[in-house]
């Protein structure tokens, strides 16, 4: 166990519909990234934070997708309107060091 | 943009042998890192052995070690007396020290190991 927690693990969702994930890191006040993963593919970057401010996002994070990081805490990845191509597993990883640390991600399965 | 290619889709070694991941990448930049994670089935992606690319000295972390090349672009990972637990997916991954901190990663290899 990593100590990145992410949560639900498995989501199922019928096409149009809005979900969102959280992922609570090891410590607060550092780095955290999103990540998508697709079946056989490596995780492509979605975005990160340093602290509570968003730094960067990938041209993969469409007007749909949102991602928020209170305080420099928890985080949460929400998708609005969802379609079948955002089936993937979404990763969370967190830095508080030099190393980054995964969750077990979120699977979405859009339906 | 960097990339990162992984050519062998899966492999195999056999229980206490040595099998050899390859990977490699392209970019323009001179300061960098790359990695190896391990993705087990269903569990978390861990990382398994870093280099700097400003470092000549090849990466060891006890059965693993690298072959890093940066004329080359190469980047494989040499697993040594491999065990049934090293059967995962493996990725190999860049980070940028120039332009943020965002890991770009290969597609994976997926190792199998045989009893």
């Known amino acids: 166990d990593t100590g990145v927690s992410q949560d639900p693990r498995h989501k199922i969702t019928k096409r149009g519909q809005n979900v969102t994930f959280r992922c609570d890191p090891i410590s607060e006040h550092n780095r955290l990234y999103w990540y998508r993963q697709t079946l056989g593919q490596g995780p492509e970057f979605l975005t990160y934070f340093q602290n509570e401010a968003q730094l960067e996002k990938s041209r993969l994070l469409s007007d749909r997708f949102s991602a928020e990081r209170p305080k420099g805490s928890f985080s949460t990845l929400e998708i609005q309107r969802t379609e079948q191509g955002d089936s993937a597993m979404y990763l969370c990883a967190n830095e508080p060091g030099r190393e980054a640390f995964f969750g077990q991600g979120t699977r979405l399965t859009v339906v | 943009a960097q990339t990162v290619t992984q050519s062998q889709p899966e492999m195999s070694v056999q229980e206490a042998e040595t099998v050899t991941l390859s990977c490699t990448y392209d970019t323009s930049e001179s300061d960098y890192y790359l990695f190896w994670y391990k993705q087990p089935p269903s569990r978390q992606m861990i990382l398994v052995i870093r280099?700097?690319?400003?470092?000549?000295q090849n990466a060891t972390e006890n059965r693993f070690s690298v072959n890093f090349q940066k004329a080359a672009k190469s980047f494989s990972l040499k697993i040594s007396d491999s065990q049934l637990g090293d059967a995962a997916m493996y990725f190999c991954?860049?980070?940028?020290?120039?332009?943020?901190?965002?890991?770009?990663f290969g597609a994976g290899t997926i190792l199998r190991v045989k009893s």
């Open positions: 991954a860049y980070r940028s020290m120039e332009y943020g901190n965002k890991l770009v």
């Open positions: 280099q700097e690319a400003y470092k000549q």
